[in-house]
């Protein structure tokens, strides 16, 4: 038994990977300044797994705050999730970004470094692969991105492996998150994105429960199976538990410097086949029109996966039918609590 430290742990992955922990004997300590989370999901997280994660409300670019946390807790590892993550926004507001997402992974490691805590597994995104080459991607292959979010994300598995060849004591892994939907099964929780979401699957939800009239499928004529784009979806749960595997792999092996593990299924799914697997796991209709494609999207990715099954011994279980059942099911449970409010 250790216990880990979840930067951003109230959030939507945060939230999944702390049930996770929790429910494999693992101690939690939560840290979230609540920008993007809300303090209930605590109790969620409480319901699902009868224990009880510690809480801490504060800002992990603040240093002195997260070295008072590492003062009072006796913390063996850290899943550093805080972050801003809209690529749209990131456009617009570069600055936010890059001063959020790069600081917090500073001063998160100057905090670890000062309190000699030396394992780290960190959320980063397969928004890093440069988009050429094969559809497939492999963790050796060329980085670069498309939006500052991206490159947030870039520096920051950057900074990590330059302060791993730096200090001979410390490990780390750079998860590639491909695309995360899903929700935990309970119901309890998932995702809930602020005003019109710009993912797929919160989209085709919220159509779902009638919020949104229908769903804009961004292009058709891409070169896949019938001409919209393709990802690689994971359930959330299935996400949260490779955090759990990198951190055992971490905290059991005498690890030296820093690694990068894709964590995807492995396969891709097309906008219209997983509209399809929405509507009949759920037997409604997701009304769609097809529109122009949306600008700095790609046609395909997905994972190779060969390094998550090798290193961390973890591939996904979950389905793409399961994605969309317990995804239906978040989203009812949420149009339930909104109505009794
Ligand atoms: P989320 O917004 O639900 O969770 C992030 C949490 O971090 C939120 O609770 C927010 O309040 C908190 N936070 C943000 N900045 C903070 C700060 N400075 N100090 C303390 N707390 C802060 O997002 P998520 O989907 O759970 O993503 C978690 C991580 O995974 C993020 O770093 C994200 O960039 C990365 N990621 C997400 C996806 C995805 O599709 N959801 C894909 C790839 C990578
Ligand atoms: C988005 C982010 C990416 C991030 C990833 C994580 C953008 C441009 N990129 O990528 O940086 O790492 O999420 O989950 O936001 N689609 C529609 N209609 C919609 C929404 C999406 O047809 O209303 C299509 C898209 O064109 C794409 C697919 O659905 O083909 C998936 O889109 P999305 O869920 O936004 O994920 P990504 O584009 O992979």
Redesign the pocket.
Known sequence: MSRILLTGGLGYIGSHCAVELLENGHEVVIIDNLYNSKVEVLDYIRQITSKEAVFYQGDCCDESFLSDVFSKESIDAVVHLAGYKA??ESVVQPLKYYSNNVNATIALLNAMKNHNVNRLVFSS???VYENSGSYEKIEKDKLWCTNP??FTKMFSEQIIRDYCVSNQSFSAINLRYF??IGAHPSGLIGENPNGIP????P?IQQVAVGILPM?????NDYDTVDG??M?DYIHVVDLAKAHLSAISYLLENDIKGCDDINIGTGKSTS?LQLVNAFQKANNITIPYVIVER?E??IANIYADTTKAKQILNWQSKYSIEDMCKDAYHWQLNLQKKRKLL
Request: cysteine-free; hydrophobic content about 25%; proline content about 4%.
């Open positions: 690529v749209g995104s397969a928004t979010y991206g695309n995360p710009n993912n797929l699957m989209y769903l804009k499928v961004y292009g919209t784009g990802r906008v949306r700095g999207d």
